[in-house]
């Protein structure tokens, strides 16, 4: 805002009015980033203090760059030993120059336009000048706008308000953002709306964007509380819609999975045996990804997955068979269900089948039997290495947790290739479920003591 002499009651009639001529008619202003700014002839201060007449918010601005005054007829502009320059028309100044109707003034890294009022169109901006002179559109904005973006994306996740609520809170945050932050920096008018609109769209496009590639690399939603959804956002793309006025294309058959029931008999408590063979078989269009196994139920812990099937491609009408172990915890019928996930579409829950056996009561003596206080660690079918207790957890831990552990995009050993910080078990060579480096020697050092640990 320009500053106004009040010394008297006749101050007005001392501002000086340019001339009406060739130069140009009606009062002197200066427009930036679309705001438009009245010169007092007796002079107009511009600078980053808040004391100016015309304050910038730039930090290349000196607090008092430059002040434009009234010179009979015509305006000057002065620089105030600023640190960064002022330029007309792409030229340094040095003390005064004289201004003209359309000049351009550059004060560091911003614009100035310099006219009278009534002068042709030609001298106003375009709104792309305007947004490129806006303190407020720029990367740093774009920044601001991805992070209300993503934050908009992460929270209804963890609302489990699904893959819609989702998108809504990723359209909805970069805009918030963008309001606010053009507030403070003073954007106004078709230029602040402008710029709302395009960092929110741009922020919208990068967001998705990025989800989306993430979750087709890890083969799920990558937000955390999205549970088990294949992505984070609905996948807005229909297949083949049907184009230039064909008919619809007809229905193809939906994609069945047909997971066999796995009957395991009877086992003594604590004693592993192999179960006969489970078997996925796919009848569909397409080929199916199967994407993860696991047990489901009270005593899933007595029953493990093999992970044969795990991270497998089939074809239509081909099938892959897995290994189930079952080792009761207790006497009786035990039960699980096994479930086998697929990249099908959402809801996705999985192909289940039963899995059953009777826990019996084990004999006594033998050479394999333990001493008072150690268990066998029953890593694997057949591992009778006496441990303690909380060893035998363990391994049955790290036998529940090891498709998680596993590269989903392979590696040096192909499908058995090891998450960073995993390392094969090896209870025997031919063991690689993945653990810790820790849990790796334990297994050395009890392999090592096993002969001590036996009562026979």
Known sequence: MARRS????????????????????????????????????????????????????????????????????RFEIEDLGSSNGTRVNGAPIHGTHPLRPGDQIELADTRINFSYAGEPPAESESLRQELRQAPGF?????????????????????????????????????????????????????????????????????????????????????????????????????????????PDPAPTD??????????????????????????????GPDRLHVTGVEMRGDAAGDFTAGGDCADRWLDPEEACEMTVTF????????????????????????????????GTAGSTGGGDECLSGFVWREAIAGDHVCVPPETRDQARADNAAADSRRSPTGGDYGPDTCLSGYIWRLVTPSDLVCVTPETHDQVEEDNSLAASRRAG
């Open 6 to 73: 009040t010394s008297g009651p006749d101050a007005a009639a001392t501002r000086i009015q340019p001339a009406a001529s060739a130069i140009g008619t009606g009062p002197a202003t200066i427009t930036v980033a679309g705001r438009h700014h009245s010169l007092d002839s007796s002079g107009t201060t511009i600078g980053r203090d808040s004391t100016c007449d015309v304050v910038l918010p730039s930090d290349l601005v000196s607090r008092r760059h430059a002040v434009i005054r009234s010179r009979g007829d």
């Open 138 to 246: 720029g990367v740093r904005a774009l920044f601001l706008a991805v992070a209300g973006s993503v934050v908009g994306t992460v929270i209804p996740a963890a609302l489990n308000s699904g893959s819609w609520g989702t998108l809504a809170g990723a359209t909805i945050g970069p805009v918030i953002s963008t309001v606010f932050s053009t507030k403070y920096t003073g954007e106004k008018g078709r230029v602040r709306v402008a710029a709302i609109v395009l960092l929110s769209v741009a922020a919208l496009v990068i967001t998705v964007t990025g989800f989306t590639l993430g979750d087709k690399a890890t083969g799920g939603s990558v937000v955390p509380g999205a549970g088990d959804r294949t992505g984070t956002f609905p996948d807005l793309i229909e297949e083949n819609p049907g184009k230039g006025g064909d």
């Open 327 to 358: 080792r009761p915890s207790a006497e009786g019928d035990r039960s699980a269900t096994l479930v086998v996930h697929q990249n099908l579409p959402s809801p996705e829950d999985g192909t289940t089948a039963q899995v059953t056996g009777t």
């Open 254 to 283: 939906p994609a069945v999975v047909e997971l066999s029931a796995v009957r395991c008999g009877s086992a003594t408590v604590g004693e592993s045996r192999g179960c006969p063979i489970a078997t996925v078989r796919y009848h």
